[in-house]
């Protein structure tokens, strides 16, 4: 079938090829009960599908609403084609392509701030979902409190019943749930933050009594937050990606997301007003969560981030490509080995598997996860993905030499100029800071190092660590003299 100029939707779902999987359940009967902020590709390629399957299982009242909070694109994408959208998992093997029908419908915050907490504060809404990134929360990574002087929080404050961040929106529902004498919804943070339930707990709290200290009591004793670890690799979808998606399907779909056939949710069972059979969807509910959280943080995302800001000094444009060069496959090795001390795993965890696991996804030929994607907002990623592991191992007196590297290849990342003087797009919320550090500094290792491990908001007491500094200082010393792949060789051939 060509896919000419029609569009996916409710009307077309019987026309797709026999190999593309679609909701194996009355759509119409579906109503929502999560409210989810954040509605990117990781949303829709992960807790979304979870949800279809639970949905797929009879739990027909927790249907989604997606709201984005800034950027309307998402919305204008789906909803001409009803909130259907295809996940293409991608394998060396070949593709599977599935719509998804457990988004019903979408919102974009900006646009009409009040209309989102009006949704929130529906009774029938008995979960808000995050996947906001990083950045998202407004609050210092290095300490995981509200950064009160945040811009966002600062409008909030002011704005209280139109707000812009997710900290405000979330309060502001509270606040509208408890005047209304309804139960709160439980928050499920689904970001890459060191114990992600209690940090945006303490967010949303601190936040909170800025407001009122009635208010901040009552969510500090009413709502849960329980903690979660979310992992599924979802690289950004390209205009290719769409045409072949468009190909399988014989239809067009303006926004499909791509990922591998991995996906895991572990979850902590601590709901205050219900959840969908998560279990049976496959996901792991468990009473502490924090063992898989730093497992997944030191382990996955650690070498991802060495493997982003050293592949992408060394001109690789995705994790396989970088993994094609068995020096780089080596550093992921060598950066979850040095993590792997520090981890204290529930017994029958079998870390050597999980690690293997790892290596090979990130080898995953079919999907183009670019370096420079995940390079983004480094400052809010550090601390709980490579810093925690360094101090751990400070601790015991144990080398960091690998963990040293790859922050030093975040240092040279975000002087924003490569290896061949070409300019690098550096993402970042701390952006104009490593700018001017940089500039003061110079190309010197002795002089950068230091300026940008004084960097108190990611850093904090760790920047002025000895060894830490010296580790780093050299490692990035190495870095200017030959280069991101020969520091890498040397590195792993040591
Ligand atoms: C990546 C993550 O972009 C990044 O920083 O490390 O998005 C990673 O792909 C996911 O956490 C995998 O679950």
Known sequence: MRPGSTRLGRANLDRLPDGVRRPAYDRSRITPGIVHLGLGAFHRAHQAVIIDDCLAGGATSWG??????????????????DHLYTVATRAAEGTEHRVIGALLDSVVARENPAALVERMADPAIRIVSLTVTEKGYCHTPQTGDLDEQHPDVVHDLNNFDAPRSAPGFIVAALARRRAQGLSPFTVLCCDNLAANGHTVQRIVTQFAALRSKDLGKWIAENVAFPSTMVDRIVPETTG??????????????AWPVMTEPFTQWVVEDRFTAGRPD???????????VKPFELMKLRLLNASHSALAYLGYLSGYETIADTMQDPHFARLAAQVMEEAAVTLTMPSGTDLAAYRASLLKRFANPALHHRTWQIAMDGSQKLPQR??????DRLRKDLPIATHALAVAGWMRYVTATDEQGRAIDVRDPLVAEFAALAREAGPVAERLAPALLGIEKVFGPLGSEPRLREAVTTALGQLYQGGARQAVAALVSA
């Open 64 to 81: 989604i609403i997606g709201a984005s909070l800034r950027s309307p694109d998402t919305r204008d994408a789906l909803a001409p084609q």
């Open 240 to 253: 290719s990606d769409r045409d072949a998606v468009a190909n399988a399907l014989g239809m067009r779909d």
């Open 278 to 288: 998560l279990a049976a969807a496959g996901v792991e509910l468990v009473s502490d």
């Open 386 to 391: 490579l810093l925690g592991a360094m101090q």
